[in-house]
């Protein structure tokens, strides 16, 4: 699997000291057993499993500046978990050391419906939230896909499905508390939409992949419901028909919600899992926010251009129960996929690029896929530029394995070469430290590095992710 | 006037060799006269001016590259120019050095309409890139006032009247180019709409002031030009009912372009100046983007919150010349107060608070402004809970000076009493430095420390504005 190995020399096991030190802090919420350890040990990614020395689960800011500064002292690695629904290692302990579980820091800290933001600890999930606001009127757009921690969110600058209208957590996190790497407690930012003061912590840490601090809660920014909401699913004999008719929509100015592309493969599988008889075609599935008029307004625009695109059967959803049905098999296409090759594993990656050069970087990708024989599904949030790939590779065949590697580093090059970027919003992790250094080059990388030395000076924040050392 | 001194002992002559070195690079270009390093020393706040030593006309991030580079050999400062138009101290040679003067570098770079996005040269004003995007149908939106260069605009996070619905410069800065303490040249970003990858090296330049490194170029995102376009305006018969108006408009989620709130007295100036004969009590002036019905049912939703809040004469305005009108007088709000106290000077100062927070926060800073019998106006971009206090003070006595400076005082510390911030979007400059620390605390102002230590180790970028070395 392409296994990064944990390098024995960077390796020491957890001191005596270091182990009595936490026990006496977290008790019975200190762990050294292997079970724990290896369910901290990784993600979602294909990476096996690289087990940290000690999971502690902390309950508060204080607990986590009590830990790090414990581990500040003994120089030993700290990496901050949330969910563990990462892609791309992000969790993994590459250097050992000890995992910060912040689950149990599951509270929302403030709802404040009237300004329009909820401030949260960092182990609250996005359902978690969204089900403490209902009563307001209000929700929290960005959806990642997994029910991710809003910690972990902010973390590796999520966005998903909403992003083309709500924007990312780069633009809706207001204001992180963050525990530096020697153990002091700093605030990034106020309950202010907008400020000038200073620099940017906030989206400093944003997107940092604990490497940088570990964030222990988020504000952010809360939407109201629309008063109507409307879905449209149509499906095109191309995909370069499908990703022309999101470029013109979103080149008019229609403020679609969420616009999602599925290649044939994708939606054969969500038809094979969630019992759907959709046309085994590309295929696009829409979601229209706004007044009653303007979802209706904006559904015919976009029924408009889709036609002259060569759109099959334009279909509305407007009740709740038909738009959800067709979401919720958009969401399981992870797991409907993982079913395409059984026994396999799955390789997952993303890219974003111009929107004008969104259907050549998808079409390429697929043509490679195919001159492969890679059994692969293309899902994309396709308003943003934004898409994935899933390939499904046997994990003991070093040549899949290799041939998969090989479409995602051509697929990473091209999205570069297009002025775009190596991920659009998984993250960097341990699988695309070298790409990311393809896409800003040498010298702004010796930027981020001056950046990480200067608050990590010991190199103890989720060691080894992002950039080297 | 409060005023800063240069501190002797910081500032040491240029050396000939330094000089001789610059004029080399420059030939022409290089000036050491008087007038031209008065006009670089100043800039809209009420600071008298601080004269750089030189002042070097750039043509090309080379060019700025190499300047950087042999003032950080001769550890000279180096200060960042576009069009002179901050309004807190920004470009004052405090420690005297080199002003680099950016305005030459008026280029538009590339414009990729397919893609909503435009790549200029630092020195291009906004409303230069208008007009070269004037044919493609689209625009962009950020509107800070004064005419200001793109590249000042990233450097102070600059926002204004559009901020509430289109984002500020953090929001729609996609990627700059940056020269370095040292002259390296970096890129920051791609024109992806999103990336997660590393770290937010774009957002760390936005907002900070010539402070980390010299932007050279910036990448924006642009926007169709809505299909319909009107504008509306009503006064009230308190600021707190026009507040209160507001707030419920963005509450409820309608998505006004624009709103702005104008004080009476700012109602009285702008009739003065602009011969209108609008009613002398606070006003509201919005303006709504979309489809032709979503204007008007944005415009209906308002004309009824408006209802509630008592206001008097509801009036639109969908004739672009009225729309003109209006918004001409708006714009020219500050040069007509500017006449309210002849011989006087403004103090112009900026916050932003919660939403729910507002009109509390405007009231009890006019109350504080009359009590001290400071001539003062008001206006804000209240969607977003920012809002301007204008003051205008006889610069030669020192108690008026000392009024309005606690007048300011005291408002920044309401605003971050009320989880607001110290500026929304005027910056920090040399005038607010101390607020920041009220503002952030001193652990965080410490890792903002430590970044401009590793981004700037001999402090030669702008010294002595956003933090104390």
């Not at 969110?153 to 020697?182: P, Q």
């Not at 409307?230 to 100015?253: H, R």
């Not at 939606?267 to 899992?273: D, F, K, L, Q, T």
């Amino acid at each position: 699997m392409n296994q990064p190995v944990q390098p024995a020399a960077l390796r020491k096991p957890l001191s005596d000291a270091l182990l009595a030190e936490l026990k006496l802090l977290f008790d019975d919420r200190l762990s050294t057993a292997h079970a724990v350890r290896e369910h901290h040990g990784r993600d979602e990614s294909s990476y096996d499993p690289m087990l940290p020395d000690a999971v502690v689960f902390a309950q508060s800011t204080e607990e986590v500046a009590a830990a790090v500064k414990l581990c500040s002292k003994h120089a030993v690695p700290v990496i901050p978990y949330g969910t563990g629904t990462s892609l791309e290692g992000h969790v993994l302990a590459l250097q050992g050391g000890v995992t910060i579980d912040l689950s149990h820091m599951n509270q929302v800290v403030a709802i404040h419906a009237e300004d329009l933001t909820a401030t949260v600890q960092a182990g609250v999930t996005r359902k978690q939230l969204n089900q403490e606001i209902r009563d307001t009127g209000l929700f929290f757009p960005i959806d990642p896909g997994a029910d991710a921690s809003l910690g972990g969110m902010a973390a590796t600058r999520a966005s998903g499905t909403n992003a083309v209208r709500y924007g990312t957590m780069r633009e809706n996190t207001l204001a992180l508390t963050v525990v530096t790497a020697d153990g002091r407690i700093i605030k990034t930012g106020t309950r202010a939409r907008k400020s000038s003061a200073g620099y940017d912590l906030t989206r400093v840490f944003v997107g940092s992949e604990g490497t940088l601090g570990i964030i222990t809660e988020v504000t952010v920014r809360l939407y109201p419901q629309p008063e109507a909401i409307s879905a449209a699913v149509c499906s095109f004999p191309t995909a370069a028909d499908a990703v022309n008719a999101v470029i013109q929509t979103i080149q008019m100015g229609v403020p679609v919600a969420r616009v999602e592309f599925l290649d044939e493969n994708s939606v054969r599988c969500i038809n094979a899992h969630d019992k759907l008889t959709l046309p085994e075609q590309p295929l696009l599935l829409f979601e229209f926010h706004g007044s009653e008029h303007g979802v209706k307004e904006q559904a015919e625009t976009v029924q408009q251009i889709a036609a002259e695109y060569n759109a099959i059967g334009f279909e509305w959803a407007t009740r709740p129960e038909d738009r959800s049905r067709l979401w919720t098999a958009r969401h399981n296409a992870y797991f409907a996929m993982l079913q395409m090759r059984p026994g396999a594993r799955a390789i997952s990656t993303d890219c974003c690029v111009p929107i004008s050069r969104l259907a050549e970087c998808i079409l390429d990708t697929k043509a490679d896929c195919e001159k492969n024989g890679i059994i692969h599904s293309i899902i994309g949030h396709v308003g943003d530029g934004n898409f994935h790939v899933l390939m499904m590779v046997d994990p003991h065949d070093p040549a899949d394995v290799a041939r998969a590697e090989g479409v995602n580093a051509r697929m990473v090059a091209r999205a570069i070469e297009m002025d775009g970027t190596c991920t659009g919003e998984h993250g960097v992790g341990m699988h695309k430290m070298e790409f990311l250094v393809q896409e800003h080059g040498v010298e702004a990388i010796e930027t981020m590095r001056r950046i990480k030395h200067a608050l990590d000076p010991k190199n103890i924040l989720n060691p080894g992710k992002i950039i080297q050392w």
